[in-house]
C-alpha cells in the first residue's frame, strides 16, 4: 500500500496550490480519502475528505469555500486545491485512505488505515 502525495511548495497569500496523492495497493475507487495537516507546532488535524457512501465531500470550518478534494478514480488519484491561501494554512499535509470509514468519524487520524508522506506547503505573507 502507498500514498504518494505532490505538489506543495512555496505560494504567496492569496495564491493557488494543487495537491495530489497517487495511490496502489489498496481498492481506492472503493475508499474514503481525506486530507490533513500539521502546522508548526501544532497536531495534524483534519482538512478534507470524500465519503465513499455519500459520494460528499467535507471540510473544516477554515478552509470552506477555499478548499475542494476531489478524486479520479481512473488514476486512482486524490486531489485538493487550495485557493486564497494564508499564512495560516502553512503546513504539512498528508493524504490518507480508509476503507472502513463511519462518517462520525470523518474527522479522526485513527478512522484512516492508511498514510502518504506529506508534502510540505508554505504560504509567504
Known amino acids: 500500500v502507498q500514498l504518494q502525495a505532490s505538489g506543495g511548495g512555496l505560494v504567496q497569500a492569496g495564491g493557488s496550490l494543487r495537491l495530489s496523492c497517487a495511490a496502489s495497493?489498496?481498492?481506492?475507487?472503493?475508499?474514503?480519502v481525506g486530507w490533513f495537516r500539521q502546522g508548526p507546532g501544532k497536531e495534524r488535524e483534519f482538512v478534507a475528505a470524500?465519503?465513499?457512501?455519500?459520494?460528499?465531500?467535507y471540510y473544516e470550518t477554515s478552509v470552506k469555500g477555499r478548499f475542494t478534494i476531489s478524486r479520479d478514480n481512473a488514476k486512482n488519484t486524490v486531489y485538493l486545491q487550495m485557493n486564497g491561501l494564508t499564512s495560516e494554512d502553512t503546513a504539512v499535509y498528508y493524504c490518507?485512505?480508509?476503507?472502513?470509514?463511519?462518517?462520525?468519524?470523518?474527522?479522526?487520524?485513527?478512522?484512516?488505515?492508511?498514510w502518504g508522506q506529506g508534502t510540505l506547503v508554505t504560504v509567504s505573507s
Open positions: 490518507a485512505a480508509s476503507t472502513r470509514l463511519i462518517l462520525s468519524s470523518i474527522s479522526s487520524r485513527s478512522a484512516y488505515e492508511y
Open positions: 495497493g489498496f481498492r481506492f475507487s472503493t475508499s474514503s
Open positions: 470524500f465519503f465513499r457512501n455519500t459520494g460528499r465531500s
